[in-house]
T-cell receptor, first 111, second 115 residues
């Protein structure tokens, strides 16, 4: 199976709260990337973290990477209703020749 | 930033016909393109990796003769769904990257409905 696991599968929170999503991957990676997808639409690239990095920030987003556990987490702080979407992690293999997506977390932020 | 386009964005066809989907990198040369399929409420499944000028590498379980991929130039890859059936109805997305670049640039996707 291609896909790493993401948890939770679904997350429902109130506006203003923080949302944390976790991703476990399977391979030796070059980097791990997080994407957002609004219902039925294309992907929006959020953030990339390289295998030699442990933490990265971008605005309200914070990503961590633990290569020993093959896991990553995405934290969205002070969530907004507009953050409602599906979030996917994706692993780029070390040989750059495969890019697999995780199973995704469906986030619902209630106004 | 780099832009990847897909055409068509929507296609409805009759069972048994073939459908071609184009993926273009508009302002960079894409040495590698990836084709994905996404069923409703599911994640993206990698179908194949396409390197310019060579045969595509298909993922396990993806039929090469069913999903023909051509990457004849550095800016264009095509996916042809041959003899399409209703179960091929899905959202098809391509991505492209240049050289050994880390960043994947995704197309907006093509929604295929086979009647």
């Amino acid at each position: 199976s291609q896909q790493g696991e993401e948890d939770p599968q679904a997350l429902s929170i109130q506006e203003g709260e923080n949302a944390t999503m976790n991703c476990s991957y399977k391979t030796s990676i070059n980097n791990l990337q997080w994407y957002r997808q609004n219902s039925g639409r294309g992907l929006v690239h959020l953030i990339l973290i390289r295998s030699n990095e442990r933490e990265k920030h971008s605005g309200r987003l914070r990503v961590t990477l633990d290569t020993s556990k093959k896991s990553s987490s995405l934290l969205i702080t002070a969530s907004r209703a507009a953050d409602t979407a599906s979030y996917f992690c994706a692993e780029l293999f070390s040989n750059f020749n495969k890019f697999y997506f995780g199973s995704g977390t469906k986030l619902n932020v209630k106004p | 930033g780099a832009v990847v386009s897909q055409h068509p964005s929507w296609v409805i066809c009759k069972s048994g016909t073939s459908v071609k989907i184009e993926c273009r990198s508009l302002d960079f040369q894409a040495t590698t393109m990836f084709w994905y399929r996404q069923f409703p409420k599911q994640s993206l499944m990698l179908m194949a990796t396409s390197n310019e000028g060579s045969k595509a590498t298909y993922e396990q379980g993806v039929e090469k003769d069913k999903f023909l991929i051509n990457h004849a130039s550095l800016t264009l890859s095509t996916l042809t769904v041959t003899s399409a059936h209703p179960e091929d109805s899905s959202f098809y997305i391509c991505s492209a990257r240049s050289g050994y670049g880390e960043t994947q640039y995704f197309g907006p996707g093509t929604r295929l409905l086979v009647l």
